[in-house]
C-alpha cells in the first residue's frame, strides 16, 4: 500500500463522485432510507452487491493489459442490468479519467475507451499509482457506501459524526468485501438498486445525476 | 511504477492557459456567470445569447440546484436550440460543482465542444449561492458576478470572493433602486474599493435587454484571447 490509495478513495478527489447518490436520492424519496438505521441497511447492502462486483472489477483491471480491460469492461457491462446504472458508472469512470490521467501519468490510460465503467478506470488509476489489486478493490468497496453516505446526509440533513460514524462501524465489511473480491470476478445483483437507478433516471427534480 | 514526483518545473499540460481541442486551436472562451439567487443570470444569459448569438457560435451550461428551470427558460425563450443547451446536476452543491469539483461541469462543456465543433463562446451559469461562491480557472476562462441592487447597496461592501475578484462585477437591476432605496453612487464607490482596478457594470436588463456593455466586455474577451 502506498499513500495513493488514500487519494484516490478521498471524497475530495475531484472525479465527479460527489453529483452522484448510489440510489439514495431515490431510496429516500420512496422512503427505504429515513434514519441512520435505514442509511445503514442500505449501505451495507450496496456494499455486498454492487460494492462486491464494483471490487472484483477494479482488482482484476489493477495492472491488466489493455485487451484485459476492454474484456473487464465487457464483464462490467454484463454486470449491471440498469442501463441508468451503466449510464452512471460510465460518467464516474469518465471523470476518474480525466483526474487520474493528469495526477498518475501512465501509458495504460491511453488503453481505455473514452468512458470506461469506473471499477476499469479505478483499477487503471491504482496501477498507474503503484497500488496493487487488493488496494483497488478496498477503494472501489469504500468508495460503493463513503458517497452515498455523504449523499444521504445532505438529502436528509442527517448528522454528519453518525453517518461519519456509520461509515466508520462498516469498515470490517468493506475489508471483508475487497477480500473476498480479489481474484474473482462476483456477479451478485439487487433488483431493489436497479429500480431505483431507473426510476431516478426518469425524474425532472433531482439534485444528484443518480 | 509511481510517477516522477520532481514537480520544481511541474507544468501541467491541461491547466487553463495550455488547453487545446483537438485541432490545437485554443477551444471556446468559457465565461462563468455566478452570484446570489435571482440577481439575474439567465436573464444575462439570455441576453448575452441575443446579443452575441449571431456574431458567435455559442453554448449554455446551467447548473440548476433542483429542476430544469434555467435550462427551460432559455428554451422557452427560443434564444438557442435545444442542442447548445446542457443541464447539470450538482448533488445539492452548486457551489463544489463550479469550484471544488468541476467534473460534471466539465462534461457538459466537453460535451457541448463535440457536438458543436465550431464554438466559440460558452457561457456556464452557476445555481444560485451566496458571495462566496466563485468558479475554478480550471472550468472557466473568466469569470462574470452578478449582483442586484435589491439586495441592498451595502452587497458590493460587505465583498467576498464573487465580487471582489471576479473579472467583471455586474450590478443588476438598477431600475429598482429607488424602490428599494439603493445608492447607486456608493454601490459604484464601494466595488471600485474593492476591486483593485477590475471593472464594475450597473446595469437594467429590464431597461436594456441586450446588455450592451457586458456583451462588449465579452467580445474583448474573445478577441484577447484570440490574439494570444
Ligand atoms: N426589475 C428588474 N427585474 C429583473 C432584471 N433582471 C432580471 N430581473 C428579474 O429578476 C428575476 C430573476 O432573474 P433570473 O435571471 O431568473 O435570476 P437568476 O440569477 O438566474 O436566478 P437563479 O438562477 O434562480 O439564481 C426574474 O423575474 C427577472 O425577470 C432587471 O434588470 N430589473
Ligand atoms: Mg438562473
Request: net charge negative; glycine share 8%.
Amino acid at each position: 500500500m502506498t499513500s495513493a490509495l488514500l487519494t484516490l478513495a478521498d471524497s475530495r478527489l475531484p472525479a465527479g463522485g460527489h453529483t452522484h447518490s448510489g440510489g439514495v436520492e431515490q431510496a429516500i424519496a420512496a422512503g427505504i432510507v429515513h434514519d441512520p438505521g435505514s442509511l445503514a441497511t442500505f449501505l451495507r447492502r450496496r456494499l455486498a452487491t454492487s460494492g462486491l462486483v464494483a471490487a472484483g472489477l477494479a482488482a482484476a483491471a489493477c495492472g491488466a493489459a489493455a485487451e484485459r480491460l476492454a474484456a473487464l469492461d465487457d464483464e462490467a457491462d454484463a454486470r449491471t442490468p440498469s442501463p441508468a446504472s451503466r449510464t452512471a458508472s460510465r460518467q464516474q469512470g469518465r471523470g476518474l479519467v480525466r483526474v487520474g490521467r493528469r495526477a498518475w501519468p501512465s501509458p495504460l490510460w491511453d488503453a481505455l475507451t473514452d468512458r470506461p465503467h469506473h471499477p476499469i478506470a479505478l483499477g487503471v488509476a491504482a496501477g498507474a499509482g503503484g497500488l496493487a489489486p487488493r488496494d483497488a478493490a478496498s477503494a472501489a468497496a469504500y468508495l460503493s457506501i463513503s458517497g452515498p453516505a455523504t449523499a444521504a446526509q445532505r438529502l436528509l440533513a442527517m448528522d454528519p459524526l453518525t453517518v461519519a460514524a456509520v461509515t466508520a462501524r462498516l469498515s470490517p465489511d468493506v475489508d471483508d468485501v475487497a477480500e473476498r473480491a480479489v481474484g474473482e470476478l462476483p456477479a451478485a445483483t439487487d433488483p431493489l438498486l436497479d429500480l431505483l437507478a431507473e426510476v431516478h433516471a426518469a425524474r425532472k427534480d433531482r439534485f444528484f445525476a443518480s | 511504477m509511481p510517477p516522477d514526483h520532481n514537480l520544481d518545473d511541474y507544468v501541467d499540460p491541461y491547466a487553463p492557459g495550455h488547453r487545446h481541442s483537438a485541432d490545437g486551436k485554443p477551444g471556446p472562451l468559457r465565461v462563468g456567470l455566478g452570484g446570489p439567487v435571482g440577481s439575474g443570470k439567465t436573464a444575462l444569459a439570455a441576453a448575452l445569447c441575443r446579443t452575441l448569438g449571431a456574431e458567435y457560435d455559442l453554448a449554455v451550461v446551467t447548473n440548476d440546484i433542483y429542476t430544469t428551470e434555467d435550462a427551460d427558460f432559455l428554451r422557452r425563450n427560443a434564444v438557442l436550440p435545444d442542442d447548445r443547451i446542457e443541464a447539470v446536476q450538482t448533488g445539492c452543491c452548486p457551489h463544489t460543482a463550479i469550484r471544488d469539483d468541476i467534473t460534471a461541469n466539465l462534461d457538459a462543456v466537453e460535451l457541448l465542444e463535440s457536438r458543436h465543433p465550431g464554438l466559440e463562446l460558452v457561457l456556464v451559469e452557476s445555481g444560485g449561492d451566496n458571495l462566496t461562491a466563485s468558479f475554478s480557472y480550471g472550468l472557466v476562462d473568466a469569470q462574470i458576478f452578478v449582483i442586484d441592487v435589491a439586495g441592498g447597496d451595502k452587497v458590493p461592501r460587505k465583498g467576498g470572493p464573487g465580487v471582489t475578484a471576479a473579472d467583471l462585477l455586474v450590478v443588476n437591476k438598477t431600475d429598482l433602486a429607488p424602490m428599494v432605496g439603493a445608492d447607486l453612487d456608493v454601490m459604484r464607490r464601494d466595488s471600485a474599493a474593492v476591486r483593485n482596478g477590475k471593472p464594475t457594470h450597473l446595469i437594467s436588463l429590464r431597461e436594456d435587454p441586450s446588455a450592451a456593455t457586458v456583451a462588449e466586455w465579452v467580445r474583448e474577451q474573445i478577441r484577447a484571447r484570440v490574439l494570444v
